[in-house]
């Protein structure tokens, strides 16, 4: 939801974060902001005509980088184990479950966010 508020107000004021810190590696530019992507043909914005190869994904599309150099990777999350929590009234000598899932994998991108999935 902050990132949400953070997008609208730079809309709204007419300023792109993507491009407004002169990063000149796709590095630089993935850890502006989650919205940034990075174009990764070597002539792309060579032509002076005011193209940045970090800007918002589809501006670069729009300015003529490929799908295939586009480079814009998600963070994501997938549940590796999820077992049911114990009853409270179970005896000892089971395995308690108290925490839900159980294993997680995340591959966060920089910069990036996921909700914790994580319960109990």
């Not at 902050?2 to 850890?31: K, P, W």
């Not at 990764?40 to 005011?50: A, N, P, R, V, Y």
């Not at 501006?59 to 003529?64: I, V």
Request: glycine share 10%; charged share 20%.
């Amino acid at each position: 939801l902050l990132r949400y508020f953070r997008r609208l107000f730079l809309f709204l004021a007419g300023s792109n974060v993507c491009t407004s810190r002169g990063v000149t590696t796709c590095q630089q530019c993935l850890t502006v902001d989650p919205s940034c992507a990075w174009c990764s043909q070597e002539t792309f914005g060579m032509g002076g005509s005011g193209v940045f190869r970090c800007d918002l994904k589809q501006n670069l599309l729009d300015g003529g980088c490929s799908d295939e150099a586009l480079e814009s990777p998600a963070s994501t999350l997938a549940v590796l184990e999820d077992k049911a929590l114990s009853d409270k009234a179970s005896g000892a000598g089971e395995t308690v479950t108290q925490i839900q899932p159980q294993k997680i994998r995340m591959v966060l991108r920089p910069g990036g966010a996921i909700d914790n999935p994580c319960h109990g």
